[in-house]
């Protein structure tokens, strides 16, 4: 182990929420085989980042965002001896949770619901609460931390561990650090996955021109996106390995911010994605609406919804079913209910339910 030591003893790290009797796989590999065995984790390669529901084989989808930030994280933490089986697992879970319709997606939901929607939080209800028929993956510690505390959206140079345990029972509060390195190393390794896959995803869709990226970051981080992930990461470890914290250096960092900024303005904000952005945000809200006033009238009686000769509300229904004892258990609360099973889905399942309720002229728009 090199000058980076987790505070937590290795026995809390490993800990699960119902203890299991280990393998020769160990308790993090043991975690990435759950994850990628789950239905959250499948449904990944019918999410996407920025450009929903693509034709283009060639755009970024959310199973392929993970593998590159399980990918980096294990790179960069196999530099600085670090748990590899543990950052990967992370890697691999982060965005289990995700909405569908990427930023959009998250966005519309977060807007829609009194509660709110963070994926990160959302993603470990996934792990804890709704896979395998609510009985969920029964991940460590470790894992289920990094999952929470992962967000890679906000401009850090550099990250340290929580001073103390993380409460991941208060599921509805994000963490400001995650409680290892391994997960400092996650957080950092998803920004460093989407900066350069974005612009050449934007590039791909014709919605900017690889010559209006600034000359600096050009010339200093790259235009590829191999070239950015290989600079961003030894740069990573080399500062890392000097400072004794997980973090960039300062000029890259500033190249970071600078071209964060670039990708808001020219490709989240570009006005040829407005459309497809509110069309996102009509088809949530028109499912919300119908959801709800579906799950009013019928509750859990499921042969009602059986009997509906609506193919959503058929499966809608067989979905209440298969987590009936944890609705039961959290006093089958609506905008829960409706929030998980709009999250849940694909973006292609959430047009195709969209169509369904179009044609019954049951959408009440």
Same mark, same amino acid.
């Given at each position: 182990?090199?000058?980076? +030591? ?83 697992? $992370? ?15 998250? +966005? ?6 009194? =509660?709110?929607?963070?994926?990160? !939080? ?38 340290? $561990? ?24 996650? =957080? ?56 004794? +914290? ?9 190249? $970071? ?9 020219? !490709? ?25 006033? !579906? ?13 509906? =000769? ?23 609360? =609506? ?31």
């Amino acid at each position: 182990m090199g000058k980076f +030591k987790n505070s937590l003893t290795a026995e809390t790290l490993a800990g699960r929420v119902r203890p299991r009797p280990e393998d020769i796989r160990g308790p993090f590999f043991r975690d990435q085989t759950a994850i990628i065995h789950s239905l959250a984790f499948r449904r990944l390669k019918h999410k996407t980042q920025v450009f929903f529901s693509p034709e283009n084989d060639h755009i970024c989808t959310r199973i392929e965002h993970s593998l590159h930030v399980a990918t980096i994280s294990a790179t960069i933490c196999r530099a600085l001896e670090l748990d590899v089986d543990l950052a990967t697992a $992370i890697g691999l879970g982060h965005d289990l949770g995700h909405a569908p319709f990427g930023h959009a997606g998250e +966005k519309a939901l977060n807007d829609m619901f009194a =509660r709110g929607f963070i994926h990160e !939080i959302h993603s470990l209800r996934v792990v804890d609460s709704l896979e395998n028929y609510g009985q969920g993956l029964n991940l460590t510690y470790a894992v289920r931390d990094g999952i929470v505390a992962h967000c890679g959206e906000v401009d850090e140079q550099f990250l340290e $561990i929580a001073a103390g345990p993380n409460d991941l029972q208060k599921a509805d509060k994000q963490p400001t650090l995650p409680s290892t390195w391994e997960g400092c190393v996650v =957080r950092l390794s998803d920004s460093i996955a989407y900066l350069g896959r974005d612009l050449e995803d934007a590039v791909a869709a014709n919605l900017i021109n690889i010559d209006e990226l600034p000359a600096d970051i050009r010339n200093k981080l790259g235009a590829a996106n191999r070239d950015i992930i290989n600079n961003l990461v030894w740069d990573v470890i080399d500062w890392s390995r000097k400072n004794g +914290k997980i973090g960039f250096s300062p000029h890259m960092f500033a190249l $970071i911010k600078d071209f964060k900024q670039f990708s808001r303005e020219k !490709i989240y904000s570009n006005p040829k994605m407005s459309y497809w952005n509110d069309y996102a945000t009509f088809v949530l809200q028109s499912l919300y609406r119908y959801l709800a006033e !579906i799950f009013i009238t019928n509750g859990a009686d499921f042969d009602r919804y059986a009997s509906s =000769r609506t193919a959503l509300n058929v499966k809608f229904g067989k979905y209440l079913k298969s987590l009936q004892e944890r609705y039961t258990a959290e006093g089958w609360d =609506r905008e829960i209910i409706v929030r998980d099973y709009l999250a849940g889905m694909t973006d292609a399942y959430a047009l195709h339910c969209f169509q369904n309720i179009l044609s019954t002229g049951t959408t009440g728009l």
